[in-house]
Nanobody, 124 residues
């Protein structure tokens, strides 16, 4: 059974940086797409970034140039480096993992495995 645990959230000022990590157990990363989504109260889960099964990196337009996704296969860990944070980045951030193909990479419903989330709060 796949188990994902996020860490690294917190409260920061606008312009600061945070690094989120997602540790996976019960599965290796081979053959899986690894994704980050976020949710704010009253809204649907929003795609943030992903590493596809072909190792291509995808980003939402709202975070492109500020966020960087990476993974360490040996450690079964995925990282989201978030720089130049904005107030609108405030959300609960979730990591997800599944055998998602390119066409579904931004669709949260394509992922069966989720962490419990970590809160990121950015004050203006």
């Amino acid at each position: 059974q796949v188990h994902l645990v996020e860490s690294g959230g917190g409260s920061v000022q606008a312009g600061a940086s945070l690094t989120l990590s997602c540790a996976a157990s019960g599965s290796t990363f081979n053959g899986y797409a690894l994704s980050w989504f976020r949710r704010t109260p009253g809204k649907e889960r929003e795609f943030v970034a992903a590493i596809g099964r072909n190792n291509y990196k995808y980003y939402a337009d709202s975070v492109k140039g500020r966020f960087t996704i990476s993974k360490d296969n040996a450690k079964n860990t995925m990282v989201l480096q978030m720089d130049s944070l904005k107030y609108e980045d405030t959300a609960v951030y979730y990591c997800a993992l599944d055998r998602v193909v390119h066409s579904g990479i931004r669709d949260p419903n394509k992922n069966a495995h989720w962490g419990l989330g970590t809160q990121v709060t950015v004050s203006s």
